[in-house]
């Protein structure tokens, strides 16, 4: 009888599995006293990161300020799956049913944007196992092989090739009996180690002349006769522009906070495979892959040979609170454990040595949003859902160009002028959030079918993923 595949998590570290890298850089000291500077980046995530860089390639001489709670790269940026896609809207589909007019143009954009980064990488000498593998998309279920194959015809019409697969011709990519079909994006995805593109991205700006202060917490944002002057623990930031680039946690406008909501996101990792196991399973070509369900999987193999293992399951937390307590849900590693198994049964025995979780933002629309404040001196992004990985680049520059007052292709685009429909307040929030996530449960166990409650949200463009 085999064992439970829960046994396998006996040993898996509480730790972000990129983040446990002998290679981590120091934390720099905090801001103490005050400072002055011209542009001023609250967020050491990628989206602060991406917009220091850009920042100083556009004008070396601009003086630029990079500051972080914690330290750069630990939250999301530093914990995710290592999906690098070249989609803007969280995917072809989610952006044809919001911007059909223009969804060639964001396709565009996406694929350009993907480009510079691989062009960043290469030109910082950022050791981040860039591998542009692409992405399988893969069917589960019977009715999911039909939308996938008309999903790869939208594709089509867009521009962009999707390579759709049999399910024997899936299986002689990744072996796992539970693939009926799926589409291969050859070019539009990268796979990365998330970590160190986040610790490269630091250096780089350091570099160029940046200043960066870690452990160094906004607390307060108020218009001064001169620009904006932010508050931290130890001193104060006065600055002619601000980019705010804190994502899931609590922005320091509150007119913005109730358009994101922080999710919690969870993933486990392998030991890595021996070159037999490996075999067994095939992924010669490496691609990352997700199934088509509503609450979804995301899986690749590591630099080592790893299997990265996770999504699934989507907490949010009443009143979106974050909390580092909430890092860690051993239902949802059991969960994924017994995935694990089902998916790869050839690879019985196979132990877990990280499980982790963290938050995430996301939107009503699934995608990032923009907004400028103050007169023009502050710029916002947010609600990434879950795709933030290549698109918070794109966000940098659009930030850039609307603190700059420029109105480029990327201002004029209606993704950036509207921003989403705002969550409701609490408690209708964390209802709705509850009987959505019900909703779509059912839906993946009913071959697809939506629901009124879920066909009723997709007619006023809301809705809740990750």
Not at 97 to 102: H, Y
Not at 393 to 401: C, H, I, K, S, T
Request: proline letters at 5%; glycine letters at 10%; aromatic letters at 10%.
């Amino acid at each position: 009888m085999a064992a439970d595949p829960v046994h396998a998590l006996r040993d898996a570290q509480p730790t972000p599995f990129w983040l446990d890298d002998p290679d981590r850089p120091a934390a720099r000291p905090a801001l103490t006293g005050d400072t002055r500077c011209d542009l001023l980046v609250v967020g050491g995530g990628y989206s602060g990161l991406w917009t220091a860089l850009i920042a100083k390639e556009r004008d070396p001489a601009r003086d630029v300020v990079l500051i972080e709670g914690r330290e750069t790269g630990w939250a999301a940026s530093g914990r995710n799956g290592g999906f690098c896609e070249a989609s803007l809207t969280h995917g072809l589909a989610n952006g044809h049913q919001r911007w059909p007019d223009e969804l060639a143009a964001l396709e565009r954009l996406g694929h350009a944007n993907l480009e510079a980064m691989q062009d960043a990488v290469e030109r910082y000498g950022i050791d981040c196992d860039w591998r542009r593998s692409g992405s399988l998309t893969v069917a589960t279920e019977p009715h999911q092989v039909a939308e996938l194959r008309e999903f790869a015809e939208l594709a089509g019409r867009h521009g962009t090739r999707f390579d759709v697969l049999d399910r024997d011709e899936v299986r002689a990519e990744i072996d796992s009996p539970t693939f009926l079909g799926g589409v291969w994006d050859r070019d539009g995805v990268a796979m990365l180690n998330p970590a160190r593109l986040a610790w490269g991205l630091r250096r780089a700006c350091l570099d160029l002349g940046v200043r960066l202060y870690e452990h160094t917490p906004a607390t307060s944002l108020d218009a001064s006769p001169t620009g904006v002057t932010v508050r931290t623990p130890y001193g104060r930031i006065g600055a002619r522009r601000v980019a705010l680039a804190t994502n899931a946690f609590p922005s320091l406008l509150r007119r913005h906070r109730p358009y994101t909501v922080p999710v919690y996101d969870y993933a486990l990792m392998t030991e890595p495979l021996s070159d037999a196991r490996l075999a067994a399973v095939g992924w010669k070509n490496r691609q990352g892959w997700a199934d088509s369900d509503n609450h979804f999987h995301y899986v690749r193999l590591s630099a080592d040979n790893r299997i990265l293992f996770g999504g699934y399951d989507v907490v949010h937390q009443y009143r979106g609170r974050v909390s580092a307590e909430r890092d860690q849900r051993p239902e949802t590693f059991a969960t994924l454990a017994r995935h694990f198994a089902r998916t790869f049964p050839q690879l019985e025995g196979l132990r877990f040595t990280h499980a982790w979780g963290g938050a995430i933002d996301t939107c009503t629309r699934f995608s990032a949003f923009f907004d400028l404040t103050h007169q023009g001196r502050v710029a916002y992004a947010a609600g990434y859902t879950g795709l933030g990985v290549g698109a918070t680049r794109f966000g940098a520059e659009v930030m850039l160009d609307l603190l700059a007052g420029e109105r480029t292709e990327r201002t004029a685009l209606e993704m950036v002028r509207r921003k989403p429909l705002p969550f409701p307040p609490e408690p209708v929030r964390s209802v709705g959030i509850g009987i959505t996530q019900w909703a779509l449960h059912r839906a993946d166990a009913n071959a697809g079918h939506r629901n009124l409650w879920l066909r009723t949200l997709d007619r006023f463009g809301l809705g809740f993923d990750s």
